[in-house]
C-alpha cells in the first residue's frame, strides 16, 4: 500500500513538470503512507509480543490505523479525480 501512494505522489509530480497543479493529493498520499508504514509496524510488534495485553493493544492501533489509512487512501483518490481532472 505505501508502493501505491509513492506511485501516487510520483504521478502527481509528472503532472505537476508538464504543468497541472498537484494542490492537496501529494500530500494525502504522503500522509498516508505514514499510516500504513504506523500499521505495519504495529502489526509486527503485536506478533513479536508475548505480553497478551500489549498484543491487544498494538493489534488495535494496527486495525485502527489500517483503517484509516484506507480511508485517506481513498479520499485521495477522490481529490486526484476530480479535483484534478486526471
Known sequence: MVGVCLTGIGLLHVSVVIGRRAGIADDLLAID????????????????????RRLHAMER???????????????ACFVITYALGL
Open 33 to 52: 503512507s505514514l499510516l500504513f508504514l504506523v500499521a505495519t509496524l504495529a502489526s509486527y510488534f503485536s506478533l513479536r509480543s508475548l505480553d497478551h
Open 61 to 75: 492501533v494496527a486495525d485502527a490505523t489500517f483503517i484509516a489509512a484506507m480511508l485517506l487512501l481513498t479520499a
